[in-house]
């Protein structure tokens, strides 16, 4: 079955910087787009960013624009989210996400804190 497994969250403090990952298995990864979704408490689901099967096609959650870069390695059936300059509104769980297929990862947590 399509399994999905995100790391890379934890603490870290307001203008810092985190990178998450997403390891895929059970699914032809390179032939899939993917995408991180986030959502902070009291909050609903929103899009980060999105990323086509080749690398192209390449999309931005407005309040995350200039500071998030979504990346993928095929070879390692690996999508990445690199966050920089964290704010404390970015504090959420993160999920990773098979475009146009409900398969979600657990999360992982960022939180963004002094």
């Known amino acids: 079955q399509v399994r999905l497994v995100e790391c890379g969250g934890g603490l870290v403090q307001p203008g810092g910087s985190l990178r998450l990952s997403c390891v895929a298995s059970?699914?032809?990864?390179?032939?899939?787009?993917m995408s991180w979704y986030r959502q902070a408490p009291g909050k609903e689901r929103e899009l980060v960013a999105g990323?086509?099967?080749?690398?192209?096609?390449?999309i931005y959650g407005e309040s995350v624009k200039g500071r998030f870069t979504i990346s993928r390695d095929n070879a390692k059936n690996t999508v990445y989210l690199q966050m920089n300059s964290l704010k404390s509104e970015d504090t959420a769980v993160y999920y990773c996400?098979?475009?146009?297929?409900?398969?979600w990862g657990q999360g992982t947590q960022v939180t963004v804190s002094s």
């Open positions: 996400k098979v475009r146009n297929l409900q398969y």
């Open positions: 990323i086509g099967s080749d690398g192209s096609s390449i």
């Open positions: 059970g699914l032809t990864f390179s032939i899939r787009g």
